[in-house]
């Protein structure tokens, strides 16, 4: 058996589907911390997760703006910009706004300081674990959905009822019906919403097209940061 999976964060901590490509299996987990994705069995080949990895020293990611690009006016926001890494170990959401002001002109909105320590976990996690550095690939939710749904972005952002059902609607065409009520299981919508599961099920999508070898790359080919992990968003 060969298993692939798609990751997304969320409130419970990380949640992860896997399929395997031979039966079509399913498994569903939630983990608190990054480092268990891999540790859990079944234990998939390839993690494609929605979390920066490869970070920049001052500026943009080339990968962002192109999937910005890809998404056009209607999703092209729901691409935060990566903090710089110099910002990344700051304690409080002022002083990460400091240096990043100190180096880029810009400050850190308060949606993306929330995702700081998510981003802190993912990349200790790829600088001491080799596995996790030969296995994890980052991915986009709303760039896998524009792939999946023929280069078209959704219309619809995901938290409206008429984007969950957009996005529902490619999920079950290719794993089944119920699929969000046998994803859930026991899990509860304070620690785990609709769309962490439907945007973690995006990149699974994108997971099969890594294994497989057809995934795309952007940019092709990526630069490394400067402790060595690539700058790239995979669908």
């Given at each position: 058996?060969?298993?692939?999976?798609?990751?997304?964060?969320?409130?419970?901590?990380?949640?992860?589907?896997l399929?395997?490509?031979?039966?079509?299996?399913l498994?569903?987990?939630?983990?608190?911390?990054?480092?268990?994705?891999?540790?859990?069995?079944?234990?998939?080949?390839?993690?494609?997760?929605?979390?920066?990895?490869?970070?920049?020293?001052?500026?943009?990611?080339?990968?962002?703006?192109?999937?910005?690009v890809?998404?056009g006016?209607?999703?092209?926001?729901?691409?935060?910009?990566?903090?710089?890494?110099?910002?990344?170990?700051?304690?409080?959401?002022?002083?990460?706004?400091?240096?990043?002001?100190?180096?880029?002109?810009?400050?850190?909105?308060?949606?993306?300081?929330?995702?700081?320590?998510?981003?802190?976990?993912?990349?200790?996690?790829?600088?001491?674990?080799?596995?996790?550095?030969?296995?994890?690939?980052?991915?986009?939710?709303?760039?896998?959905?524009?792939?999946?749904?023929?280069?078209?972005?959704?219309?619809?952002a995901?938290?409206?009822?008429?984007?969950?059902?957009?996005?529902?609607?490619?999920?079950?065409?290719?794993?089944?019906?119920?699929?969000?009520?046998?994803?859930?299981?026991?899990?509860?919508?304070?620690?785990?919403?609709?769309?962490?599961?439907?945007?973690?099920?995006?990149?699974?999508?994108?997971?099969?097209?890594?294994?497989?070898?057809?995934?795309?790359?952007?940019?092709?080919?990526?630069?490394?940061?400067?402790?060595?992990?690539?700058?790239?968003?995979?669908?």
């Amino acid at each position: 058996m060969v298993w692939v999976g798609g990751v997304d964060g969320c409130r419970g901590g990380w949640f992860r589907v896997l399929r395997d490509t031979t039966s079509g299996e399913l498994a569903f987990g939630l983990f608190q911390r990054a480092e268990n994705l891999l540790e859990a069995p079944p234990i998939p080949s390839v993690l494609a997760l929605d979390m920066p990895i490869g970070l920049p020293e001052a500026g943009g990611r080339s990968c962002d703006r192109l999937a910005r690009v890809c998404l056009g006016s209607d999703r092209r926001n729901s691409v935060f910009p990566a903090p710089i890494r110099s910002a990344l170990d700051a304690s409080s959401h002022e002083q990460a706004s400091e240096i990043t002001q100190a180096i880029d002109g810009r400050r850190v909105s308060a949606q993306a300081w929330g995702l700081f320590p998510k981003i802190r976990q993912v990349d200790t996690w790829l600088r001491t674990c080799d596995l996790a550095g030969q296995r994890a690939w980052e991915a986009h939710p709303e760039l896998s959905f524009w792939a999946w749904n023929e280069g078209c972005s959704m219309s619809h952002a995901k938290k409206t009822p008429s984007g969950r059902e957009q996005r529902l609607r490619l999920a079950e065409a290719w794993l089944g019906p119920e699929l969000l009520l046998r994803a859930r299981g026991s899990w509860k919508r304070s620690e785990l919403a609709d769309d962490d599961i439907l945007d973690a099920v995006a990149n699974l999508w994108t997971a099969h097209r890594i294994g497989e070898g057809t995934a795309q790359v952007l940019p092709d080919p990526p630069p490394m940061d400067a402790v060595g992990l690539p700058m790239r968003i995979v669908y």
